[in-house]
């Protein structure tokens, strides 16, 4: 697209449904950040982590070695388990692939947790608001894909597969207020809208 080309909501002076979500999304991330609600418990949950006698573990988990933070990198685990999980749950005669997708994606929880726990420790206040709510959203996919995965081993794939689509819109959900951290991280803020 060039500078000459005209974005059709400003020639029609509507927004799209797209713009109308998108605006309602940074709202609420920038009421969000701003709360103080929460502080109280972030400062001590922080101190607490930080306080952990981790030694050298603590560069590797905030991926000094790497040049960047490990988290982002170990996430990739669940997150490609349960999204191709739910691909293969539309495929006839794949149900077990499924399951065992849906229990790897779990058991690669732990590493991915302690790594962004770890990074959440130093964030700045308005970032760890939003860290937190990151964390409470990755605690219910976690609760869906586990509840998902004991129907599964239960011989209930299709209370599994339901499940797995809860768990999937909380990754979807966790996954946008991490990428808001993340982004704030790296370049300081967004531009105005």
């Not at 770890?118 to 605690?139: K, T």
């Not at 996919?141 to 011989?155: D, F, I």
């Not at 979807?172 to 990428?179: E, F, N």
Request: hydrophobic content about 45%; some cysteine; aromatic content about 4%.
């Amino acid at each position: 697209m060039n500078a000459h080309t005209l974005d059709a909501s400003a020639v029609t002076g509507r927004t799209s449904v797209l713009d109308t979500a998108s605006t309602r999304w940074l709202t609420a991330l920038d009421r969000l950040e701003r709360t103080t609600v929460a502080d109280p418990a972030i400062r001590v949950l922080q101190r607490g982590i930080r306080a952990l006698p981790l030694g050298g573990l603590r560069d590797l988990l905030r991926g000094r070695p790497l040049g960047h933070p490990l988290h982002p990198v170990l996430v990739q685990v669940p997150i490609g388990c349960w999204l191709s999980s739910a691909v293969l749950d539309v495929v006839p005669a794949t149900q077990r692939a499924s399951t065992t997708l849906t229990a790897v994606g779990l058991a690669g929880i732990a590493p991915a947790a302690v790594a962004g726990w770890v990074d959440w420790a130093d964030l700045p206040p308005e970032q760890a608001r939003v860290g937190l709510a990151h964390a409470a959203s990755n605690a219910a996919a976690v609760a869906c894909y586990a509840m998902s995965l004991t129907s599964r081993l239960r011989g209930r794939p299709a209370k599994g597969r339901l499940w797995s689509l809860g768990g999937l819109a909380a990754v979807a959900v966790t996954g946008a207020l991490g990428g808001h951290v993340a982004h704030r991280r790296a370049v300081g803020g967004y531009p105005a809208t």
